[in-house]
């Protein structure tokens, strides 16, 4: 059974940081894309950062620069140090595992999500 969890979700003021991990069971994480996509209120899931199991890292242009997306094989887990956090960084996070590192579609094993709420 495949499980992906997310953490270090919660409040923050803006500029403010948080670190988002997510740890997985049931795959062979080694090999896998990991990626971290977010959704408000209203809108499309949209791709945030990813990473390819060779270690190239992918990010949208809206967090270039803020974020960073790494992983640690030896413990199934991929992180999100997520700084200078802005409103509209909030949304829900979701976690995505696969096997290509094509980040346009909504392919793999997701998460189920943690808030992230950037507010004063």
């Known amino acids: 059974q495949v499980q992906l969890v997310e953490s270090g979700g919660g409040l923050v003021q803006p500029g403010g940081s948080l670190r988002l991990s997510c740890t997985t069971s049931?795959?062979?994480?080694?090999?896998?894309?990991m990626g971290w996509y977010r959704q408000a209120p209203g809108t499309k899931r949209e791709f945030v950062a990813g990473i390819t199991s060779s270690g190239t890292t992918t990010y949208a242009d809206s967090v270039k620069g803020r974020f960073t997306i790494s992983r640690d094989n030896a413990k199934n887990t991929v992180h999100l140090q997520m700084n200078s956090l802005k409103f509209e960084d909030t949304a829900v996070y979701y976690c995505?595992?696969?096997?290509?590192?094509?980040?346009?579609?909504?392919?793999?094993?997701w998460g189920q999500g943690t808030q992230v709420t950037v507010s004063s």
């Open positions: 995505n595992a696969r096997l290509s590192g094509v980040w346009s579609n909504y392919y793999g094993y």
């Open positions: 049931g795959i062979s994480f080694s090999i896998n894309a």
